[in-house]
C-alpha cells in the first residue's frame, strides 16, 4: 500500500523566515514519482515539482528547494525567505508508473497550511 | 498554451439530484482524471480516462460514474446526491500515452454544495 504523511498541520511563519515542509511517504516498489503541489485559496492545485525514485539530487529552483532522500522515505521541500503570497496549502503526493491500478493516480498527503504573516 | 478549464465553478444541488460536471484538458493530453476534494478525507481519486476508455477507478460508490469523449473532454456525474457528496472536484491532465508517471495539471475545480 501507498501512503504519504504530512505531519505538520498548521505552519505559521513571519515574512522572510524559511520553512520546511516535511513528506514521508511509505511504497514497496522501487520506482516511483514524487511532487509537491500548492493550492492557494483560489483552489486550483499548482504543479511545483516531480521527482522520479532514481533520481536523488536536490533541486533547487529560485527560493524553493527539495530534499529528496530516500534513505528515509523523505522529500522535504523548504521555502527561503518566505513571502506572503507564499501562504497556501502544499501536498506532497506518490505515484507509480502507469500501468493497471496506477493510471493516473496520485495519492495525496493530507496538506500543510502555511501562513506567512508580513 | 490554456490550461485545464472546468464547468461551472460552483454548484447548489439538493440531495436525490444528479449532477454533471466538464473538464477541458489542456490541449494535446489525452488522459484526465478526477479527484474529490473534502476537509476530512482529503484528495481522494475518482478514476481516470483516457482514449474514452476508463483505465482505473477509486474507491467510490457507483452513484459516480464519468465519460470521455474523442476530443477528450471529460464528464463526471454523481447520481442521488448525497450530503457527503459536498466538495471540491478537481479535474488533473496529462499526456497519458507512455508508461511513465508524467505530471498532472489541474483545473480550478467545481465547488459543489449539497443541500
Known amino acids: 500500500a501507498q501512503k504519504v504523511t504530512q505531519a505538520q498541520t498548521e505552519i505559521s511563519v513571519v515574512e522572510k523566515e524559511d520553512v520546511t515542509l516535511d513528506c514521508v511517504y511509505e511504497?514497496?516498489?522501487?520506482?516511483?514519482?514524487l511532487f509537491w503541489y500548492k493550492q492557494p485559496p483560489s483552489g486550483e492545485l499548482v504543479f511545483l515539482i516531480r521527482r522520479n525514485s532514481f533520481d536523488e539530487q536536490n533541486e533547487i529552483s529560485g527560493r524553493y528547494s527539495w530534499n529528496f532522500q530516500k534513505s528515509t522515505s523523505s522529500f522535504n521541500f523548504t521555502i527561503t525567505a518566505s513571502q506572503v503570497v507564499d501562504s497556501a496549502v502544499y501536498f506532497c503526493a506518490l505515484s507509480f508508473n502507469a500501468g493497471g491500478t496506477s493510471y493516473g493516480k496520485l495519492t495525496f498527503g493530507q496538506g500543510t497550511i502555511l501562513t506567512v504573516h508580513p | 498554451k490554456a490550461g485545464v478549464t472546468q464547468t461551472p465553478r460552483y454548484l447548489i444541488k439538493t440531495r436525490g439530484q444528479q449532477v454533471t460536471l466538464s473538464c477541458s484538458p489542456i490541449s494535446g493530453h489525452r488522459s484526465v482524471s478526477w479527484y474529490q476534494q473534502t476537509p476530512g478525507q482529503g484528495l481522494q481519486f475518482l478514476f481516470e480516462?483516457?482514449?474514452?476508455?476508463?483505465?482505473n477507478k477509486g474507491n467510490f460508490p457507483g452513484r459516480f460514474s464519468g465519460r470521455q469523449f474523442s476530443n477528450s473532454r471529460s464528464e463526471m456525474n454523481v447520481s442521488t446526491l448525497e450530503l457527503g457528496d459536498s466538495a471540491l472536484y478537481l479535474c488533473?491532465?496529462?499526456?497519458?500515452?507512455?508508461?511513465?508517471?508524467?505530471?498532472?495539471?489541474f483545473g480550478p475545480g467545481t465547488r459543489l454544495l449539497v443541500l
Open positions: 480516462y483516457f482514449s474514452e476508455t476508463q483505465r
Open positions: 511504497t514497496r516498489d522501487t520506482t516511483y514519482y
Open positions: 488533473a491532465s496529462s499526456k497519458g500515452q507512455t508508461l511513465i508517471q508524467e505530471t498532472q495539471y
